[in-house]
């Protein structure tokens, strides 16, 4: 059998294209239109014409009242870039295009070692590590991982409420009803989702899949809630903390903006590529590629054959 035909990409060769190190890790646009004039992509709006350089873009945010063209989006798949749609300064997530990388890598890493109880408890314990450096998980069952992973963040919590000040008598969320939470549990709310959001962009820039999760399970976003728990006691709860330092009033809104300038002091994009690349041991994975589409056939004994061609019984091409 052949493999089916794949429709043709056209792709910048690699040195027209921007190494993936050199590009901008994302462009934010909103209220604009977005067209293609050249190489370049423009965003219009009432203050005139911005043109950016679509070769240097990683990946392109959408966000409120943003328009795009048919041309615009032709040429950021010539380049490799990826397009998310997030909401009001990127802190939601909500449809993306193709992932950045043509490679599967990724994403068979994943399945294979989600496949495997005994791996898949290995990247569980490896998740841990990344949060809780200062304690080895090595041997502890999944229900003492979690037990733990519990009082840590518990004591994050009681920690944040002691440095800042603000009264913390627990976590309590209803959800559809964020106004029914006090101030610190809304911030905390708030800064969850948007880490939600983040994550999410990452992980389907990356390709992988967001349902195999490795902590979390049976929910279309459980490996999106492993990788946004990663930096939830280091990020996550001290802005939400010091935000419902800050006051009650619009502490939701205060909450985003105030991750956001974490996200962007930490370099929180780049640490999420990187850890999804060591947790699933494809450190080497590049997010792009620029040698084009590469696809071959699974044969016996884990023997990968050239597509585009069909195979009779003794393996000969015809």
Not at 63 to 82: D, F, K, N, W, Y
Not at 145 to 154: A, D, F, I, M, N
Not at 185 to 204: E, F, K, L, P
Not at 225 to 249: M, N, Q, R, S
Request: aromatic letters at 6%.
């Amino acid at each position: 059998m052949s493999a089916p035909s794949l429709g043709a990409r056209a792709f910048s060769s690699p040195r027209e294209l921007t190494r993936v190190g050199e590009r901008l890790s994302f462009v934010y646009l909103e209220r604009c239109v977005v067209h293609r004039d050249a190489h370049a992509i423009t965003a219009e709006d009432a203050e005139g014409t911005t043109h950016i350089p679509s070769a240097t873009i990683g990946t392109l945010l959408l966000g409120p009242g943003t328009r795009i063209t048919h041309q615009a989006m032709s040429v950021l798949g010539e380049c490799g870039a990826g397009v998310v749609w997030v909401g009001e300064e990127g802190v939601r997530y909500y449809a993306g295009g193709r992932a950045l990388t043509r490679s599967s890598t990724l994403v068979e890493a994943q399945a294979t070692a989600w496949a495997n109880r005994r791996t898949r408890l290995s990247v569980a314990r490896a998740m841990y590590r990344l949060r809780f450096p200062d304690e080895d998980p090595s041997g502890l069952t999944r229900h003492e991982l979690l037990g733990r992973e519990g009082t840590r963040v518990k004591a994050c919590y009681r920690r944040e409420s002691a440095r800042t000040g603000v009264p913390w008598h627990g976590r309590h969320y209803t959800p559809g009803d964020f106004a029914s939470g006090d101030a610190p549990n809304q911030a905390v709310t708030a800064a969850a989702q948007c880490m939600y959001g983040i994550a999410h962009a990452v992980v389907a820039a990356l390709g992988c899949a967001p349902g195999l999760g490795f902590v979390h399970s049976g929910h279309e976003l459980s490996f999106v809630l492993d990788i946004a728990d990663l930096y939830k006691t280091e990020i996550g709860i001290p802005v939400a903390f010091d935000a419902a330092a800050e006051g009650t009033e619009d502490i939701g809104a205060r909450t985003r903006r105030a991750l956001r300038d974490a996200v962007n002091r930490t370099g929180l994009l780049d640490r999420c590529v990187s850890d999804i690349k060591g947790l699933l041991g494809a450190d080497g994975v590049e997010r792009t590629t620029c040698e084009g589409d590469k696809v071959t056939l699974q044969s016996d004994r884990g023997v990968e054959v050239d597509s585009g061609r069909n195979y009779d019984v003794e393996g000969q091409t015809w």
